[in-house]
T-cell receptor, first 110, second 118 residues
Framework: GEDVEQSLFLSVREGDSSVINCTYTDSSSTYLYWYKQEPGAGLQLLTYIFSNMDMKQDQRLTVLLNKKDKHLSLRIADTQTGDSAIYFCAENTGFQKLVFGTGTRLLVSP | GAVVSQHPSRVICKSGTSVKIECRSLDFQATTMFWYRQFPKQSLMLMATSNEGSKATYEQGVEKDKFLINHASLTLSTLTVTSAHPEDSSFYIC??????????????FGEGSWLTVV
């Protein structure tokens, strides 16, 4: 079945790096996404990675994909208090239908 | 800027009435739009997939007569919650599939609509 798992909570200090992990189940997923959700707001697409890539870097964000282990991670360098939010990973299971993880709440303290 | 606009962002309605939420893709044509529901502190649940010009495909357990979806044009999909009840109170988010600058298929989300049924 479809199941995307994330750790529920992560706390870091400002300036540190944050690593948010995600495991997914559908090996046929074409795209894997990271979204950010701030309180009371919709989802903001942060980045995505195509399944034939191992890594993608976009400014402070680095996405690593281990297809063998079906493991996806998002690294945020130099984490700021404005990065505090809930981060969702999502996999594309076909026809662009997304299955979301449970979300990881990132808390950045000064 | 936003590429998917959702309206209204907040709505309060009386129990038994119907409420319509609009989802518009800006600057791109969305042949497929998706509607999600999010309960507090939970992940998103896909309600239905909407293809332009055809009937929506509903996920198991979602009442199609209660959540009416119309995708009449390539830039607009609407979700109508009919005969709303307090348990329908939730955060509803739409998304639309489009092409990003790199040519890849990307899904963009609207800002979401808070529905409160009193």
């Amino acid at each position: 079945g479809e199941d995307v798992e994330q750790s529920l909570f992560l706390s870091v200090r400002e300036g540190d790096s944050s690593v948010i992990n995600c495991t997914y189940t559908d090996s046929s997923s074409t795209y894997l996404y990271w979204y950010k959700q701030e309180p009371g707001a919709g989802l903001q697409l942060l980045t995505y990675i195509f399944s034939n890539m191992d890594m993608k870097q976009d400014q402070r964000l680095t996405v690593l994909l281990n297809k063998k282990d079906k493991h996806l991670s998002l690294r945020i360098a130099d984490t700021q208090t404005g990065d505090s939010a809930i981060y969702f990973c999502a996999e594309n299971t076909g026809f662009q239908k997304l299955v979301f993880g449970t979300g990881t709440r990132l808390l950045v303290s000064p | 800027g936003a590429v998917v606009s959702q309206h209204p962002s907040r709505v309060i309605c009386k129990s038994g009435t119907s409420v319509k939420i609009e989802c518009r893709s800006l600057d791109f044509q969305a042949t497929t739009m998706f509607w999600y529901r999010q309960f507090p502190k939970q992940s998103l649940m896909l309600m239905a997939t909407s293809n332009e010009g055809s009937k929506a495909t509903y996920e198991q357990g979602v009442e199609k007569d209660k959540f009416l979806i119309n995708h009449a044009s390539l830039t607009l999909s609407t979700l109508t919650v009919t005969s709303a009840h307090p348990e329908d109170s939730s955060f509803y988010i739409c998304s639309a599939r489009g092409r990003d600058r790199g040519g890849g298929n990307t899904i963009y989300f609207g800002e979401g609509s808070w529905l409160t049924v009193v």
